[in-house]
């Protein structure tokens, strides 16, 4: 397991050197920048595999303890591959009093993973997100940018076949 | 081109206004709720359709901010007439075209009716939902493009600034802040210009100015709208701020989520320095000031203003004890400012129009404004702005509409997870700091959510309860134990697996959470629990002694005997001949809800 942390031969050599060259271009002093620069590595890595963040502190001079520190402490940063689907159904309050909690239990179901998780396919993940602001629609749930309002459960079955269909089409 | 005296910047306004030729503005909102139901495509097909027709050089489409009126959305403004509709579809575009621009008869079927009226109202100041409402904050949102200097500048947009840089030593601005009694809009609502002076006299040459824009109050959506809507008036006030308080740095702390005002904020910021609006020496005053964008990511704590310096400095966002508080030691250990969106965009105003203009608006302590998310089982679902000391009931039935489909609304919730309820015999309240905080509540940044008799105040806890577990930052042990402890406490009650004592449980842990923790959120973190069991204990012990019925029932009195329900329900447990009162058989009841869903003249009775 060790071994693995340690191992960053498997990153893609073209992204970390996008990854340099964006730590290059910061101003000031750089271990300030920590959490831009993980924005960055997950914007161009899709998530943060361990491996990601000890090359992150090293590169940074930060221990690794602190970087995996930052990572695990803001809900926007995953250490978990993420499925090409992102289904987030916003659980802030107006949606919850108007029945996002039942929503997201049917996705759940659906997709027979728990939220946070990746579908067995790698194309759905989903979690729950905090108000997005769209309260007029709610309960709103969005598929990567594409906001669904007013869903029921049975709004969801639809929304799911959709997304699958669109895959067979591709394939 | 740089603007280097307020001379200048007059002589561009009038430049502005030259520029303006056309006839007609077509004023689509583009706030995030009318973008979610494709407001962007309706911008895009109007233009293609101007420019089939040839109107492109009289008429222009502009996409502004939040015009508030969320549940009517998308909205389309026409200006000068003001005419307004609402709930526009893609398919409308061409009947707008057609008959408005074309033939200039109004489009009838998408104007407004107020709800079981007949008259169709053309303006949007017709409306109920505008009347009581005074827009000091949100001026310009949905009244100009956003994203456009111009637009603001013929607005009196950065006049303030220019009057201030030539007019006022810094000790003169504080003082009119001051004497406006403009208080922080973020949560505690402390003294705006106080706090300014001292940051200004703390020593130190190294000062910064920081805006909090990290908004994370589950339902609350008004800082959002602001910088989406009127971006340039937050940057105007943080330079003045800064002039103020004497620092030339400053930062917007912005939560990640809000990616796309994230890249409006950088393109305004680009071009209020390419007009020497920020930079150096502003309007050849000698006077230096510049803005950094940080990111956030994801962590309702940051809110609070120690922990978002920490996350400025690019740790977890930890809170800190206070004293040293941020005006003596805050970002990068210098002296530091912090203020929230909504209060900023109270300043411009405030300078142009004095501080006794504003001081005259409000309640003897809370004076000006207040921005509000109306959200929850309410018609007029959206973003409100009233004058502090509107009640709780203009507010719900004024404004807001009352029910969607007139049941009775038992209570708000004001605050987000560190406020509290009010139930509706207090909704003559008037809302302002002082007397919410006496109803146990607090203003906090500005969500009211209504809830209506169905709604279960023990899950309504327990959800707030949760969030706030989520978020703990586990610093200290009262809020990350405590809370989870109390949590688990609600869902053994849920569960119907608690007893009469889980309640004194609650109440004792409550108080020690409430009076040992370190930050903002800790200390707040059981006043959802504490007020609802103070003002529903009922249902409490509904569940507790477990009391509380967990089935679907039929109101004999009220059912017709249409059937629906029983054709609806899964399990097939409810019975009754047609035209006569239905029953559910509660033993094979499932409590789905499916005949509650249904029934036409809400018989059917909610567990």
Same mark, same amino acid.
């Given at each position: 397991?060790?071994?693995?942390?340690?191992?960053?031969?498997?990153?893609?050599?073209?992204?970390?050197?996008?990854?340099?060259?964006?730590?290059?271009?910061?101003?000031?002093?750089?271990?300030?920048?920590?959490?831009?620069?993980?924005?960055?590595?997950?914007?161009?890595?899709?998530?943060?595999?361990?491996?990601?963040?000890?090359?992150?502190?090293?590169?940074?001079?930060?221990?690794?303890?602190?970087?995996?520190?930052?990572?695990?402490?803001?809900?926007?940063?995953?250490?978990?591959?993420?499925?090409?689907?992102?289904?987030?159904?916003?659980?802030?309050?107006?949606?919850?009093?108007?029945?996002?909690?039942?929503?997201?239990?049917?996705?759940?179901?659906?997709?027979?993973?728990?939220?946070?998780?990746?579908?067995?396919?790698?194309?759905?993940?989903?979690?729950?997100?905090?108000?997005?602001?769209?309260?007029?629609?709610?309960?709103?749930?969005?598929?990567?940018?594409?906001?669904?309002?007013?869903?029921?459960?049975?709004?969801?079955?639809?929304?799911?076949?959709?997304?699958?269909?669109?895959?067979?089409?591709?394939? | 081109?740089?603007?280097?005296?307020?001379?200048?910047?007059?002589?561009?306004?009038?430049?502005?206004?030259?520029?303006?030729?056309?006839?007609?503005?077509?004023?689509?909102?583009? *706030?995030?709720?009318?973008?979610?139901?494709?407001?962007?495509?309706?911008?895009?097909?109007?233009?293609?359709?101007?420019?089939?027709?040839?109107?492109?050089?009289?008429?222009?489409?502009?996409?502004?901010?939040?015009?508030?009126?969320?549940?009517?959305?998308?909205?389309?403004?026409?200006?000068?007439?003001?005419?307004?509709?609402?709930?526009?579809?893609?398919?409308?575009?061409?009947?707008?075209?057609?008959?408005?621009?074309?033939?200039?008869?109004?489009?009838?079927?998408?104007?407004? =009716?107020?709800?079981?009226?007949?008259?169709?109202?053309?303006?949007?100041?017709?409306?109920?939902?505008?009347?009581?409402?005074?827009?000091?904050?949100?001026?310009?949102?949905?009244?100009?493009?956003?994203?456009?200097?111009?637009?603001?500048?013929?607005?009196?947009?950065?006049?303030?600034?220019?009057?201030?840089?030539?007019?006022?030593?810094?000790?003169?601005?504080?003082?009119?802040?001051?004497?406006?009694?403009?208080?922080?809009?973020?949560?505690?609502?402390?003294?705006?210009?106080?706090?300014?002076?001292?940051?200004?006299?703390?020593?130190?040459?190294?000062?910064?100015?920081?805006?909090?824009?990290?908004?994370?109050?589950?339902?609350?959506?008004?800082?959002?709208?602001?910088?989406?809507?009127?971006?340039?008036?937050?940057?105007?006030?943080?330079?003045?701020?800064?002039?103020?308080?004497?620092?030339?740095?400053?930062?917007?702390?912005?939560?990640?989520?809000?990616?796309?005002?994230?890249?409006?904020?950088?393109?305004?910021?680009?071009?209020?320095?390419?007009?020497?609006?920020?930079?150096?020496?502003?309007?050849?005053?000698?006077?230096?000031?510049?803005?950094?964008?940080?990111?956030?990511?994801?962590?309702?704590?940051? *809110?609070?203003?120690?922990?978002?310096?920490?996350?400025?400095?690019?740790?977890?966002?930890?809170?800190?004890? =206070?004293?040293?508080?941020?005006?003596?030691?805050?970002?990068?250990?210098?002296?530091?400012?912090?203020?929230?969106?909504?209060?900023?965009?109270?300043?411009?105003?405030?300078?142009?129009?004095?501080?006794?203009?504003?001081?005259?608006?409000?309640?003897?302590?809370?004076?000006?404004?207040?921005?509000?998310?109306?959200?929850?089982?309410?018609?007029?679902?959206?973003?409100? #702005?009233?004058?502090?000391?509107?009640?709780?009931?203009?507010?719900?039935?004024?404004?807001?509409?009352?029910?969607?489909?007139?049941?009775?609304?038992?209570?708000?919730?004001?605050?987000?997870?560190?406020?509290?309820?009010?139930?509706?015999?207090?909704?003559?309240?008037?809302?302002?700091?002082?007397?919410?905080?006496?109803?146990?509540?607090?203003?906090?940044?500005?969500?009211?959510?209504?809830?209506? #008799?169905?709604?279960?105040?023990?899950?309504?806890?327990?959800?707030?309860?949760?969030?706030?577990?989520?978020?703990?930052?586990?610093?200290?042990?009262?809020?990350?134990?405590?809370? =989870?402890?109390?949590?688990?406490?609600?869902?053994?009650?849920?569960?119907?697996?608690?007893?009469?004592?889980?309640?004194?449980?609650?109440?004792?842990?409550?108080?020690?959470?409430?009076?040992?923790?370190?930050?903002?959120?800790?200390?707040?973190?059981?006043?959802?629990?504490?007020?609802?069991?103070?003002?529903?204990?009922?249902?409490?012990?509904?569940?507790?002694?477990?009391?509380?019925?967990?089935?679907?029932?039929?109101?004999?009195?009220?059912?017709?005997?249409?059937?629906?329900?029983?054709?609806?329900?899964?399990?097939?447990?409810?019975?009754?001949?047609?035209?006569?009162?239905?029953?559910?058989?509660?033993?094979?009841?499932?409590?789905?809800?499916?005949?509650?869903?249904?029934?036409?003249?809400?018989?059917?009775?909610?567990?």
């Amino acid at each position: 397991m060790k071994n693995k942390i340690m191992d960053m031969s498997t990153l893609d050599k073209r992204l970390l050197k996008e990854l340099d060259d964006y730590i290059n271009s910061l101003d000031g002093d750089k271990q300030e920048h920590l959490i831009l620069v993980l924005h960055k590595a997950q914007e161009l890595f899709g998530y943060l595999p361990q491996n990601l963040q000890l090359y992150v502190a090293r590169k940074l001079n930060l221990s690794s303890a602190r970087v995996n520190g930052v990572v695990t402490f803001y809900s926007f940063f995953n250490e978990e591959p993420v499925g090409k689907y992102r289904i987030s159904v916003c659980m802030g309050t107006a949606c919850f009093v108007k029945g996002a909690d039942k929503v997201l239990e049917r996705v759940q179901d659906l997709l027979k993973i728990q939220k946070d998780r990746i579908s067995e396919d790698g194309l759905f993940t989903i979690n729950d997100v905090r108000c997005i602001g769209a309260c007029g629609l709610a309960p709103v749930l969005t598929v990567n940018d594409k906001v669904y309002g007013k869903v029921k459960p049975n709004d969801v079955d639809d929304i799911i076949r959709y997304y699958r269909g669109l895959e067979n089409e591709n394939s | 081109m740089k603007i280097a005296s307020y001379q200048e910047l007059k002589n561009w306004q009038k430049k502005c206004q030259n520029n303006k030729n056309y006839k007609i503005n077509v004023l689509v909102c583009t *706030g995030t709720s009318c973008l979610s139901s494709d407001s962007q495509t309706l911008v895009e097909m109007l233009e293609s359709a101007l420019e089939s027709h040839n109107l492109q050089v009289e008429i222009k489409v502009i996409k502004t901010g939040c015009f508030g009126f969320c549940g009517q959305g998308p909205m389309i403004k026409i200006e000068p007439d003001e005419i307004t509709y609402v709930k526009v579809k893609v398919e409308d575009i061409e009947d707008i075209v057609e008959n408005h621009f074309l033939k200039n008869t109004t489009v009838k079927r998408l104007l407004y =009716k107020e709800p079981g009226q007949t008259k169709l109202l053309e303006k949007s100041s017709e409306m109920q939902f505008y009347k009581k409402q005074m827009r000091v904050a949100l001026r310009n949102c949905g009244e100009i493009d956003p994203e456009n200097i111009e637009d603001y500048v013929l607005n009196d947009g950065y006049f303030a600034l220019a009057k201030v840089l030539e007019n006022y030593s810094p000790d003169e601005v504080i003082k009119i802040i001051k004497d406006s009694g403009l208080r922080g809009r973020g949560g505690g609502g402390f003294s705006t210009g106080l706090k300014w002076e001292l940051t200004r006299k703390s020593p130190g040459n190294e000062k910064y100015l920081i805006c909090n824009a990290d908004e994370g109050d589950p339902g609350a959506f008004m800082d959002r709208s602001i910088l989406e809507g009127d971006p340039h008036s937050v940057i105007e006030a943080m330079i003045i701020a800064g002039y103020a308080i004497g620092a030339n740095n400053g930062l917007i702390y912005i939560r990640a989520e809000y990616a796309l005002v994230t890249e409006r904020l950088r393109r305004v910021i680009t071009d209020a320095r390419k007009y020497g609006l920020l930079g150096k020496d502003i309007l050849g005053s000698g006077f230096d000031f510049d803005i950094e964008i940080k990111l956030g990511a994801g962590a309702f704590v940051c *809110g609070e203003e120690t922990a978002l310096i920490r996350s400025m400095e690019g740790f977890r966002g930890e809170p800190d004890k =206070k004293p040293p508080f941020p005006s003596q030691a805050g970002f990068r250990g210098k002296p530091s400012n912090v203020n929230n969106v909504e209060t900023f965009a109270n300043i411009p105003v405030i300078i142009l129009n004095g501080a006794e203009w504003f001081a005259k608006i409000g309640t003897k302590k809370s004076k000006g404004t207040k921005v509000f998310s109306l959200v929850g089982q309410i018609r007029n679902i959206g973003l409100v #702005e009233v004058p502090m000391g509107t009640t709780i009931k203009e507010m719900i039935y004024d404004i807001g509409g009352g029910h969607p489909e007139e049941r009775e609304i038992k209570a708000i919730q004001i605050g987000g997870p560190s406020g509290g309820v009010i139930t509706k015999e207090y909704f003559d309240t008037q809302i302002d700091y002082d007397s919410l905080v006496e109803m146990g509540a607090m203003m906090g940044s500005g969500g009211i959510i209504v809830m209506d #008799e169905d709604t279960d105040m023990v899950q309504i806890a327990k959800f707030y309860l949760d969030f706030i577990q989520d978020e703990s930052c586990g610093k200290c042990t009262p809020c990350r134990i405590g809370t =989870k402890r109390m949590y688990e406490i609600l869902e053994r009650l849920v569960n119907m697996e608690g007893s009469p004592e889980d309640l004194n449980s609650l109440r004792t842990l409550g108080r020690i959470i409430k009076d040992t923790s370190l930050c903002g959120l800790g200390q707040t973190s059981a006043n959802p629990v504490l007020s609802t069991m103070k003002y529903f204990p009922e249902e409490y012990e509904a569940y507790a002694y477990k009391t509380k019925k967990t089935k679907y029932s039929i109101d004999p009195k009220k059912c017709v005997g249409c059937t629906k329900c029983a054709k609806a329900c899964p399990v097939e447990c409810i019975e009754g001949k047609i035209r006569e009162p239905h029953i559910i058989n509660e033993s094979e009841c499932i409590a789905c809800g499916s005949c509650y869903e249904v029934c036409p003249v809400n018989a059917v009775i909610k567990p």
